[in-house]
């Protein structure tokens, strides 16, 4: 458990969670990242926000790099595992009606029994294939 940050893990998941609600109180849209990724890539409607809302995944994270010197993470060696598991991925949610964060952030917060389903589903699924690989 060297990698155990309770924390840090707390406070970025509080962040998730309040950027989550205002999007939904704001505009009434679920935040999941497969959907809005798509639907800036795919469609013209309401497209300025969705791009401001995926820049904003993408720089958060580093200004915090920048602004916090002893900020530190590390990536998965690109393999075909992880290309099969990606592939993986963006088909299941595609099947799934969402992503993990929408389901997992916002399906569960509205009790949704779809996506509780899903969100026990892909977790299982997780630790299934984690425990075969490793």
């Given at each position: 458990m060297e990698n155990f940050t309770p924390y840090t893990?707390?406070?970025?998941?509080a962040m998730?969670?309040?950027?989550?609600?205002?999007?939904?109180?704001?505009?009434?849209?679920?935040?999941g990242i497969s959907g809005i990724a798509s639907s800036a890539l795919f469609s013209s409607d309401g497209h300025s926000w969705r791009l401001a809302f995926?820049?904003?995944?993408?720089?958060g994270p580093l200004l915090v790099g920048a602004l916090i010197t002893d900020f530190s993470?590390?990536?998965p060696e690109l393999s075909w595992?992880?290309?099969?598991?990606g592939l993986l991925v963006g088909v299941g949610t595609g099947w799934g009606s969402g992503c993990?964060?929408?389901h997992g952030i916002c399906g569960i917060s509205r009790l949704s029994p779809r996506s509780v389903?899903?969100?026990?589903?892909?977790?299982?699924?997780?630790?299934?294939?984690?425990?075969?690989l490793h």
């Open positions: 893990a707390l406070i970025g998941g998730i969670g309040l950027g989550a609600l205002i999007l939904f109180v704001f505009s009434g849209r679920i935040a995926l820049a904003g995944v993408i720089v993470y590390s990536t595992q992880v290309v099969v598991a993990t964060s929408g389903t899903a969100t026990l589903l892909f977790m299982l699924s997780g630790v299934v294939i984690a425990t075969l």
